[in-house]
Every structure is written in structure tokens, then in C-alpha cells.
């Protein structure tokens, strides 16, 4: 496609960047330390560690990895944790002792981290102590030799770590008991103070993560992303927020779960480079908690999901909130409904950009400017250096503006394979571009806006319904909290939609559901059913599982 999109750049964006600046990650890491070191790098719980503490933990995390455990160039570790100040010793650590991280979502059951480990071969895990007990029913089962185990309060001092650990095991019972040989994280860096590290040498082409797609689309695959693709997404992200940060001086408020492809690259990586301070958000389904420290920092940057911007500007204390600092907000990994962006708007005084990437892009491949010259409703502009084209079901290119087909991107950020499966890999990799799944349209300009996935499309009498579409306008309801959408059968139309709400106000009726629908789409888009939840399914990072509801709704036709 003829790269319109770059007629449309913030000025000081520049069209195509270096991405060979930095042979692997360790050198942004280094150059980091010396131009930031006294500043804030991650605070959790009212604790920070500097840019220099960061170095020394993470090199004592490495000592111990290389010397007491024997780890070479190229081994595996998983990391298992929430955001909590270890994640990033660890990560950085294991980076530096030249292995390949896999990141687990701490939430996983123990099959999905039997699957994990065994598919990726980590034989190195380090996991928060709330979750050990799960390991322990897989123990034995797995590559896994070495057991690191962390609790959550480990890095914040006396008499903090004491007071929270007590807490958390001994009065709130979320500790439960596990048995089995390991070692605790800040024995690890004590062990690791009293040897010598090495840092071993890394190639751009060297693997850095084995990073696992979600498995909502079926069994979970790792991702190979090279400390090449890393580097090249973070240089794109950082050439893209060139209107608004400043080196040195942005907070940025991370509720998203670093182990999270999103939250990883953007906020614990590109954000690096520029020295930014990272407000580590352990749970943030704890709203009021999550609402009381943000009223504690003077925070200029928020990353984030729709359902989680939704959920805080819904709530009473965002009033009370302080945004006179605040100079962006971001949202990712799914789509950023226009009513969730009025709402926040309202509330904040602030403006969300939304952009978009996969974990097989590193992620990011398109984001909105942050000039101001964004468009609601769109996933932006391909960052430099990335190719976008769009392609019908018999892969040729779609050319009219405004005609849907299969996003497909090629660029450095995008992944060399699926882990072990070339059979996997050969689907979505075609000639050199990643096939998404994501069926997008291209306007005049060339913003792209999503309009769904391929397999969440609704077919309604041959007549394509996108479930965003239809959330869009259904979110637009000021009774309405959450919406999804899905389809289900029917024996006149093939599929007829459906759709599962959460109520803001308890008066809302399906009545009132439908009327509202009709007046701003054609009736074969109108859903047909409206279920009330009190919830709706979610993935750990607030995506919602629209699979989860088809699922339930195929299990109830064969009952």
C-alpha cells in the first residue's frame, strides 16, 4: 500500500529511524544507568528504587543466576510475578546473565504453567509465594530445576516487607502452603553480592523473550522476539512520544502487568530510555486502592486497557484526583470504545490515544499522533519503519479506502516464529508479513481503525456484523458499564447477536437496550438477545473473553 499515513507524522516524528543503535537491550540498560542514575526508576508500596539501585540488585540477581546456579548463555527462566519491585531485578538480572526470559501470568492454573514451561523448557522459575502452591502440583513434571520463591513486600525495607508479608500470610490467608526445595529471592541476592558477574556477550539476533500469546485463540505459543525486535519497538515508541516526554522527568503510572507484552516494552522498556519513573500498580482491580495512590504522585503518563479506564472513570474518588500533571494517556490490547474515552475525558480533563500491536509485534505497530491530531476511534498510524497492508480472503491487496481486509504487518518489531512450531508459524508468517487476523479499513489519511477479529465476526443472514461495532454503540448508553457481544445460532439467520451487558444503572431494561441500538444501526446489527451480568469474563490485563461467552452459549444449545 502506498504509505499515505506518513503525510499525516507529528513533525518531529521522523518517517524511518535507525534501529541498529544498540547491539541488545544491556547497552539501553547501561546508557540508562549512567544519564538517570539517581533517579526513580520503580516505586511500589511507597518504596523506590533508583536507577542505581536497579543496577546493583539486578547485577547481584545475575552473580547468583551465573555462579550459584550454574545458568549459561541462552538457558531459560520463567518469571511469575505481578508488579512488584523484583519483576524488574529479575528481568534485568536474567538479561544480564545472557538467558531468555519467558514471562508466566502469575494467574495461570497449574496445567497452563505445566504447558508453559514445559513447551518453552525453562529450567529456572522465580514465582510470588501466593502462587508457589501450585507449582508445587506440577513439580517434578516440568524442565524446572531451580525454584526462586519471592513474597511480595521482599524489596521494601524494614520494617515494611515484615509488616506486609505477615499480613498477607497470616491474617489475609493469601499464602497458601507449599513444600518443596527452593530458594527465597533476597537470599538469592545476598548469595549473588559475594561473586563476581560477568556479562556475557549478546547479539542483536539473540533470542530475549519467549513471550506466550494469551491462548484465547487456542493453545498458548511463545513468541520469539530477539533483543533486535525488542530494541527496534522501543526506538519506534520512543520516536512517537517525541511531541510530549522529556528525559528525566515523566512518571508513568503502570497498572498493566509487566509481564504483559504492553506493559513490558512500553512502560518497563521504552520508558526506560527516557529515564521515566514507573508507579508499579500490584493489583489494580483494586479501584479505591489503585484511585488512593494515584492521588499520592504527580504522574504524566498512564498506560492502560478500556475496561480498566472505564472502571476508574465510572468511579466517585476520580474527583478527587490531581491530573494538572498529566500529559498522556495510552490504551492498548483491545479496542478503546469511544464512550470509554468520553467518560475519562469528563472525569480527567484528559485525553486517551489508543494504539495497537500484538505480542508478535513486540507489540506496537500503530498508534495515534499525541499532537493532539488523533482520531477517535482508530488505532492511528503505522510507527516508523513498518509496512501495513490489508488483504481479502485470497490475499490480495485491498485498495479502496474504507474496503475491510486482514491487517498484515511487516517491520523490525515483528517476531522471528512461534517457538518449535513452523507449522504455526507458516500461518501467520506469508512472505515476509505477519498476518494478524484483525480485519481493518484505511481512511483517506490513512488512520486504521479495527473493525474485528476474523473469528469473532458475526454473520447475519451472509451480512458481516463487527461485536465492536456493536459494544460501541451499546457502551454509548449512559446506563451501560460493560459490554460484548458475540453470535449465536439461528435457525432463520445463521446467527443472530447477542449481547452481555453489566448495568451502571440498575432501571436499565432489554427493552431500553434494543430501542437504543436501533437508533444507530441497521437491524441486522441490532442484537436479537440481551443477558445482564454482574461481570463480564476478563483476561488478567481486563481484556474481555468474548470466547468465553460463545462457549457458554454453544454448552447451553447441546444441553
Same mark, same amino acid.
Given at each position: @500500500?502506498?504509505?499515505?499515513?506518513?503525510?499525516?507524522?507529528? !513533525?518531529?516524528?521522523?518517517?524511518?529511524?535507525?534501529?541498529?543503535?544498540?547491539?541488545?537491550?544491556?547497552?539501553?540498560?547501561?546508557?540508562?544507568?549512567?544519564?538517570?542514575?539517581?533517579?526513580? #526508576?520503580?516505586?511500589?508500596?511507597?518504596?523506590?528504587?533508583?536507577?542505581?539501585?536497579?543496577?546493583?540488585?539486578?547485577?547481584?540477581?545475575?552473580?547468583?543466576?551465573?555462579?550459584?546456579?550454574?545458568?549459561?548463555?541462552?538457558?531459560?527462566?520463567?518469571?511469575?510475578?505481578?508488579?512488584?519491585?523484583?519483576?524488574?531485578?529479575?528481568?534485568?538480572? #536474567?538479561?544480564?546473565?545472557?538467558?531468555?526470559?519467558?514471562?508466566?501470568?502469575?494467574?495461570?492454573?497449574?496445567?497452563?504453567?505445566?504447558?508453559?514451561?514445559?513447551?518453552?523448557?525453562?529450567?529456572?522459575?522465580?514465582?510470588?509465594?501466593?502462587?508457589?502452591?501450585?507449582?508445587?502440583?506440577?513439580?517434578?513434571?516440568?524442565?524446572?530445576?531451580?525454584?526462586?520463591?519471592?513474597?511480595?513486600?521482599?524489596?521494601?525495607?524494614?520494617?515494611?516487607?515484615?509488616?506486609?508479608?505477615?499480613?498477607?500470610?497470616?491474617? &489475609?490467608? @493469601?499464602?497458601?502452603?507449599?513444600?518443596?526445595?527452593?530458594?527465597?529471592?533476597?537470599?538469592?541476592?545476598?548469595?549473588?553480592? =559475594?561473586? =563476581?558477574?560477568?556479562?556475557?556477550?549478546?547479539?542483536?539476533?539473540?533470542?530475549?523473550?519467549?513471550?506466550?500469546?494469551?491462548?484465547?485463540?487456542?493453545?498458548?505459543?511463545?513468541?520469539?522476539?530477539?533483543?533486535?525486535?525488542?530494541?527496534?519497538?522501543?526506538?519506534?515508541?520512543? $520516536?512517537?512520544?517525541?511531541?510530549?516526554?522529556?528525559?528525566? /522527568?515523566?512518571?508513568?503510572?503502570?497498572?498493566?502487568?509487566?509481564?504483559?507484552?504492553?506493559?513490558?516494552?512500553?512502560?518497563?522498556?521504552?520508558? @526506560?530510555?527516557?529515564?521515566?519513573?514507573?508507579?508499579?500498580?500490584?493489583?489494580? *482491580?483494586?479501584?479505591?486502592?489503585?484511585?488512593?495512590? @494515584?492521588?499520592?504522585? !504527580?504522574?504524566?503518563?498512564?498506560?492502560?486497557?478500556? =475496561?480498566?479506564?472505564?472502571?476508574?472513570?465510572?468511579?466517585?474518588?476520580? !474527583?478527587?484526583?490531581?491530573?494538572?500533571?498529566?500529559?498522556?494517556?495510552?490504551?492498548?490490547?483491545?479496542?478503546?470504545?469511544? $464512550?470509554?474515552?468520553? *467518560?475519562?475525558?469528563? $472525569?480527567?480533563? =484528559?485525553?486517551?490515544?489508543? %494504539?495497537?500491536?500484538?505480542?508478535?509485534?513486540?507489540?506496537?505497530?500503530?498508534?495515534?499522533?499525541?499532537?493532539?491530531?488523533?482520531?477517535?476511534?482508530?488505532?492511528?498510524?503505522?510507527?516508523?519503519?513498518?509496512?501495513?497492508?490489508?488483504?481479502?480472503?485470497?490475499?490480495?491487496?485491498?485498495? $479502496?479506502?474504507?474496503?475491510?481486509?486482514?491487517?498484515?504487518?511487516?517491520?523490525?518489531?515483528?517476531?522471528?516464529?512461534?517457538?518449535?512450531?513452523?507449522?504455526?508459524?507458516?500461518?501467520?508468517?506469508?512472505? %515476509?508479513?505477519?498476518?494478524?487476523?484483525?480485519?481493518?479499513?484505511?481512511?483517506?489519511?490513512?488512520?486504521?481503525?479495527?473493525?474485528?477479529?476474523?473469528?469473532?465476526?458475526?454473520?447475519?443472514?451472509?451480512?458481516? +456484523?463487527?461485536?465492536?461495532?456493536?459494544?460501541?454503540?451499546?457502551? &454509548?448508553?449512559?446506563? +451501560?458499564?460493560?459490554?460484548?457481544?458475540?453470535?449465536?445460532?439461528?435457525?432463520?439467520?445463521? /446467527?443472530?447477536? !447477542?449481547?452481555?451487558?453489566?448495568?451502571?444503572?440498575?432501571?436499565?431494561? /432489554?427493552?431500553?437496550?434494543? #430501542?437504543?441500538?436501533?437508533?444507530?444501526?441497521?437491524?441486522?446489527?441490532?442484537?436479537?438477545?440481551?443477558?445482564? *451480568?454482574?461481570?463480564?469474563?476478563?483476561?488478567?490485563?481486563?481484556?474481555?473473553? *468474548?470466547?468465553?461467552?460463545?462457549?457458554?452459549?454453544?454448552?447451553? #444449545?447441546?444441553?
Amino acid at each position: @500500500m502506498e504509505k499515505i499515513w506518513l503525510k499525516k507524522y507529528p !513533525k518531529v516524528v521522523p518517517h524511518v529511524i535507525e534501529t541498529d543503535e544498540y547491539s541488545n537491550i544491556l547497552e539501553v540498560f547501561d546508557e540508562s544507568v549512567r544519564k538517570f542514575r539517581n533517579k526513580n #526508576a520503580f516505586k511500589n508500596f511507597g518504596t523506590t528504587l533508583t536507577y542505581h539501585d536497579l543496577d546493583v540488585l539486578s547485577g547481584q540477581f545475575a552473580s547468583y543466576l551465573q555462579n550459584d546456579l550454574g545458568l549459561k548463555k541462552g538457558d531459560k527462566i520463567a518469571l511469575q510475578m505481578p508488579n512488584v519491585l523484583q519483576f524488574p531485578v529479575a528481568l534485568f538480572g #536474567a538479561m544480564r546473565a545472557g538467558l531468555i526470559v519467558v514471562n508466566t501470568n502469575p494467574l495461570y492454573t497449574a496445567t497452563e504453567m505445566k504447558h508453559q514451561f514445559n513447551d518453552s523448557g525453562a529450567t529456572t522459575l522465580v514465582i510470588l509465594a501466593q502462587f508457589a502452591h501450585l507449582y508445587e502440583s506440577i513439580h517434578g513434571q516440568t524442565p524446572i530445576k531451580n525454584v526462586i520463591v519471592t513474597e511480595v513486600g521482599d524489596l521494601l525495607g524494614f520494617p515494611k516487607k515484615q509488616l506486609i508479608n505477615f499480613v498477607l500470610k497470616h491474617v &489475609k490467608k @493469601m499464602v497458601p502452603a507449599y513444600n518443596f526445595k527452593h530458594t527465597s529471592f533476597n537470599d538469592a541476592l545476598d548469595s549473588g553480592a =559475594t561473586k =563476581t558477574y560477568i556479562q556475557p556477550p549478546l547479539a542483536a539476533t539473540d533470542i530475549a523473550f519467549l513471550q506466550y500469546t494469551g491462548g484465547t485463540t487456542g493453545v498458548s505459543k511463545g513468541a520469539i522476539l530477539t533483543h533486535q525486535n525488542i530494541i527496534a519497538n522501543m526506538l519506534q515508541i520512543c $520516536a512517537w512520544m517525541r511531541p510530549k516526554l522529556i528525559e528525566g /522527568e515523566e512518571i508513568c503510572l503502570t497498572p498493566l502487568p509487566m509481564y504483559h507484552i504492553f506493559s513490558l516494552t512500553v512502560n518497563c522498556l521504552a520508558f @526506560m530510555r527516557y529515564g521515566a519513573s514507573n508507579i508499579l500498580i500490584t493489583n489494580p *482491580r483494586d479501584i479505591p486502592g489503585f484511585i488512593k495512590t @494515584m492521588k499520592k504522585e !504527580k504522574f504524566t503518563i498512564m498506560t492502560g486497557v478500556n =475496561t480498566l479506564y472505564n472502571a476508574l472513570a465510572v468511579h466517585p474518588d476520580i !474527583k478527587s484526583v490531581d491530573f494538572s500533571h498529566m500529559k498522556i494517556s495510552v490504551a492498548g490490547a483491545m479496542a478503546l470504545q469511544n $464512550a470509554v474515552k468520553e *467518560r475519562w475525558k469528563q $472525569a480527567t480533563g =484528559t485525553d486517551v490515544i489508543e %494504539g495497537y500491536g500484538l505480542t508478535e509485534t513486540s507489540p506496537v505497530a500503530c498508534v495515534n499522533p499525541i499532537d493532539g491530531t488523533d482520531k477517535v476511534g482508530t488505532i492511528g498510524l503505522p510507527v516508523p519503519n513498518t509496512d501495513i497492508r490489508l488483504v481479502d480472503d485470497n490475499e490480495k491487496d485491498v485498495t $479502496a479506502t474504507g474496503e475491510p481486509g486482514e491487517l498484515c504487518v511487516k517491520g523490525p518489531q515483528v517476531m522471528q516464529g512461534y517457538y518449535n512450531r513452523p507449522d504455526e508459524t507458516a500461518k501467520v508468517i506469508k512472505n %515476509g508479513w505477519l498476518h494478524t487476523g484483525d480485519i481493518a479499513v484505511m481512511d483517506q489519511d490513512g488512520f486504521f481503525k479495527i473493525v474485528d477479529r476474523k473469528k469473532d465476526m458475526i454473520l447475519v443472514s451472509g451480512f458481516n +456484523v463487527y461485536p465492536n461495532e456493536v459494544e460501541d454503540v451499546i457502551a &454509548k448508553n449512559p446506563k +451501560v458499564l460493560e459490554v460484548a457481544a458475540i453470535g449465536v445460532p439461528d435457525t432463520h439467520s445463521g /446467527e443472530v447477536v !447477542k449481547v452481555f451487558v453489566v448495568k451502571k444503572d440498575d432501571s436499565l431494561t /432489554e427493552q431500553e437496550v434494543i #430501542a437504543h441500538a436501533k437508533q444507530s444501526m441497521t437491524n441486522y446489527k441490532v442484537p436479537k438477545h440481551v443477558e445482564f *451480568r454482574k461481570e463480564l469474563p476478563k483476561t488478567n490485563v481486563g481484556k474481555v473473553l *468474548r470466547r468465553s461467552l460463545r462457549d457458554e452459549e454453544l454448552a447451553k #444449545a447441546k444441553a
